[in-house]
């Protein structure tokens, strides 16, 4: 279960860091898209605001 959480981390890192690109780049459809995908993932993996898991995966959710 801690490698689905750290590559959960690592797919979130990466698509938050698609999402701000296509904001800067004004393509906010796009950022949107990223945006709803990102909540679904975090959803599915557990890592949502306010849901209790173990301490490792908030924290290896925090970094950044």
Known sequence: ????VYDAVN????????MQEAA?????ERAAHLR???KELKK???LE???SRPGKEKEA????
């Open 44 to 46: 599915r993996a557990g």
């Open 11 to 18: 797919v979130l890192s990466e698509l938050e860091q698609e």
């Open 36 to 38: 709803d995908q990102i």
């Open 24 to 28: 800067a780049k004004l393509e906010f």
């Open 1 to 4: 279960e801690d490698a689905s």
């Open 49 to 51: 605001k306010g849901e």
């Open 61 to 64: 959710f925090r970094k950044k």
